[in-house]
């Protein structure tokens, strides 16, 4: 029999391309230029066979789920659907791709290197995410859900071993990836790697290796004829315990590199090796999840927590603090200035710096105590006390678990190194079966990171010891990981026996402050030279090419912000079928790519202010035949009207 109420979508949350810096690498030159490929929110509904319990996950390729996306979606979704969606049945789980915009949070340190708030980032996130919430939940439909792990051969490596190899030996051992599936709607994966294989030269919107699994897997899924835009099954390669876990499989050394030639070719190649161990999974699994929908949320203020270790002593978390090893990077991006990993003791210089920048910073100054609370981190940047124009950091973290059937989904605030996230799981998965009183084997735990808001990472004391990036990035100081296992572990108890009324909500955080930032770009007006139509064809394609060519065209152009095209294209590539276009390819697939520039300079040719570059790298396999490429784009006037056009290359043959 069918257990579950079961619905699935997919809606684009792309936002804007160009004039807006990347979520991720915190270069402030790593500012969008283009569109590779669309980023997309990929929602999962699951409802008892009554009804009386759903739970939505919800994975979208995006740096991470910032608060503000969290608390804007579920506004948004209860001021619809009432109590049906609420924090504390809704996970919002980014991918991690450090190639998207930036600009969503409402916290200053995320927001510096986007120049403050980016409300097309924002609106382009909430506005999809909470489409394919309300998609998947308006699709429901009685259903099974099979569950499976495997091993994805070759698909990331520790970028920080030497904190790795501080833990017990004997943990080390202890290693699974797990991977969930379900037939016919759609398939659900986590798996931890950072989608980094994009590095930080590079300037186009991309999903990196969680998106593009995700669109082959999907395009495996469809049937002939069907449009990747057309199909209802949804394959969401959702983001894990990643945060020492790098996809540059040619070794951490100073700086990770690989497995391709180039950034492009490493981020298909980590993509189609998750994408293998998906498709076997997906093919094996035989384990049905049966039993309860349920969930448990609650809100937790990070800087005043203690907990009880072993040894019986009680130590406490932190203000927030970034260490001096957070400014030197990792192997996956470099740093600045002359700090390195593992730092652990600060200098008279920086701390100099530091303690000036506190008094312009800070209402009130960070005190002794607080620096001795991070130790041995020496704390660069006291961003638990800098509230000046607004908060640098959050303070109140959301503290989640869903339940379907024996599957604990256990959504993290952040990064949680590869044993930090063992360690939970392995504990989560002890006290359900403790207080269940059922057999070894009765549940599977997953961590899904980077959820419902953003706190950098989570090592174990050992790591943390060590001071490396992932270290010197746990904010609430040494003990922070042993109050998020005592706070997840507390939550079992009351989901198992169906009680989750009896917890606490917590305190509730703040929505976003009023004097938020808002200096990044803007679009302005377009402008041409005289006797010019936006559209028109600056270089055109060649007139024959051969499958593996590049084909390129350069159009008069306009600001792609002007129109955001969500659930559209900025281009098509047709072949001509029997005397009818179809459109083949769109700015969605791998395969394309659109460049905007615009020039300023002085000298020739200054009468051209912006034009497009659409390329297309024509496939292996690609049908001979009758091609062309349309650009669609908007233009905005002195006054502010935007109109829409089209430009078009001439015809060209694929032989």
Known sequence: SDSYYIGVARCDVTGPVVQVNMMGYAHPEQVANGLHTRLYSRAFVVADNQKQNRVAFVSFDGGMASQLLKLEVVKRLKEKHGDIFTERNVVISGTHTHSGPAGFFQFLLFEMTSLGHVEQSTTAFVDGIVESIELANSKLELGRIKIGSGLVDNGNINRSPTSYLLNPEAERARFVHVVTSRDPLGMLSWYPAHPTNMNFTNLLINSDNKGRASTLFEKMMRKPGETLAGKEFVAAFAQANLGDVSPRTNGPNCVGF????????????????????????????????????????????????????????????????????????????????????????????????????????????????????????????????????????????????????????AAVPGEYTTMAGRRLKERLYNEAVIKLACSSGAFQVVLAGLSNVYTHYITTPEEYNAQRYEAASTIFGPHTFQVYQQKYTDLIAPLVAGNKDDVDLGPTPDLKPANQSRIAPVPHPDKLPPGINFGDVISDVNMTYTPGDTVKVTFHGANPRHNMKLGSTYLEIQRDEHGSWTTIYTDADWSTKFTWLETNSSAPPADITIYVIIEWNIPTDETAGSYRVLYHGDHMNEVGTITPFTGMSREFQVS
Not at 312 to 340: E, H, I, L, R
Not at 382 to 409: A, E, F, S
């Open 258 to 409: 690989g497995p391709g030639k180039d950034m492009f070719d490493s981020t298909d190649i980590i993509a189609r090796r998750q994408l293998d161990a998906a498709k076997l999974v997906y093919k094996s699994a035989t384990e049905r999840l049966d039993g309860p929908v349920d969930w448990i949320h609650q809100y937790v203020d990070m800087t005043q927590q203690s907990v009880q270790l072993d040894d019986g002593s009680t130590v406490t978390t932190c203000k927030p603090g970034m260490g001096y090893s957070f400014a030197a990077g990792c192997t996956d991006g470099a740093g600045a200035f002359n700090f390195v990993q593992g730092m652990t003791r600060g200098t008279p210089f920086w701390n100099t710096i530091r303690d000036i920048l506190a008094k312009i910073i800070c209402t009130v100054e960070p005190p002794r105590e607080y620096y001795n609370c991070h130790q041995p981190k020496p704390v660069l940047l006291p961003t638990g006390y800098m509230d000046k124009p607004y908060d640098w950091h959050p303070t109140i973290v959301d503290i989640q678990v869903l339940r379907i059937g024996q599957l604990l989904i």
